[in-house]
């Protein structure tokens, strides 16, 4: 891939800003569609760093694309996607294609949802540390004796509330979803989470590429139809472990941000521990660079 300069925050005068995330910048295009603009920002524990990983945001791009090629309508058509087919550059001016050449998607403006559609393969993060507390992720009941990393019998719905920009999102149960969205969403959004998190898992797997857990979203459209939305499957939504060093019991070197996370809890600022609220800790070049080969590895590996 050839490099690309970073980009933190985008800046398009042409459309009107809707909305800036973690990594994702959202114009509006009319009343009906949206521009996702995928920058190089990168969060550990919803906090954004200052410094961008170059190139990001182009790889995010292309792995999300990649992934709704195969499960979407084109492939396996196992859920509406929410890609319109119009070209990105298209919707802005000559001036600022530059800024979404690569990186962007146009999208269809739809209801979100405001629940994290999560599906864990493996027992990992978060989900290992609430297992030991009670064998148990999310109220999902789990067998006694598994360890950090073990495969599941069978792959778990374990979805969290939306947060705002910099709190947490918090895990909650399927029965509480139902509580929110009512029976008909909540149970269609687990199913269909459940199915393309096998459908990934599969063609990963051909590549020596296990995806440990994985996070969805989703929408409505104006007819209710349930749509595949904002990214998906990437190393920011998802736990990569390259196959060959997989071992039960221990923290597979992974393809997504661990290595950053790993980075920010060994530091020290000011000769402490980072307490993760902003701001986040400087990131030196290092860091920078290992984190960005980490991105660039996955999708080469996926996509050879």
């Known amino acids: 891939m050839k490099t690309v300069s970073a980009l933190h925050t985008s800046a398009l005068t042409s459309l009107s800003l809707l909305a800036r995330g973690k990594v994702r910048d959202n114009y509006a295009v009319g009343n009906d569609r949206i521009l996702m603009v995928a920058s190089d920002r990168i969060s550990a524990f919803d906090v954004i760093m200052g410094e961008p990983i170059p190139g990001k945001g182009v790889l995010l791009t292309q792995m ?16 509406p996607v929410h890609l319109t087919g119009d070209a990105p550059e298209s919707v802005v001016s000559a001036a600022e294609v530059s800024q979404v050449q690569g990186r962007s998607m ?13 599906v864990r393969g493996y027992l990992a993060g978060s989900g290992w540390k609430e297992y030991q507390e009670g064998q148990a992720v999310c109220g999902v009941k789990l067998p006694a004796g598994l360890k950090n990393a073990s495969k599941l ?6 979805p969290a509330a939306k947060a705002a920009v910099g709190e947490h999102d918090e895990n909650i149960t399927f029965e509480k979803t139902v509580e929110m969205i009512g029976i008909d969403l909540a149970t269609r959004i687990r199913d269909i989470s459940i199915a393309i998190y096998k459908a990934a898992s599969a063609i990963a797997a051909e590549k020596g590429i296990i995806i440990a857990d994985t996070k969805f979203e989703f929408g409505l459209d104006a007819d209710g139809t349930l749509v595949l939305m904002d990214e998906v499957l990437t190393p920011d939504s998802s736990r990569y472990w390259p ?8 923290n597979p070197p992974s393809y997504d941000k661990q290595f950053l996370r790993d980075w920010l809890e060994s530091n020290l600022v ?13 990131l030196p070049r290092e860091v920078i660079e290992k984190t960005s080969a980490k991105y660039e590895e996955a999708l080469q590996r996926l996509t050879r």
């Open 153 to 158: 019998p069978e792959p778990i719905y374990t």
């Open 270 to 282: 000011n000769g402490k521990p980072w307490d993760k609220t902003p701001p986040a800790p400087r």
């Open 64 to 79: 999300a694309l990649y992934w709704f090629d195969k499960l979407g309508p084109k492939g396996l058509n196992l859920c």
């Open 243 to 250: 196959a060959e060093s997989y071992v039960e019991g221990v």
């Open 106 to 118: 146009l999208v269809k403006r739809l209801k979100p949802i405001p629940v994290e559609a999560v």
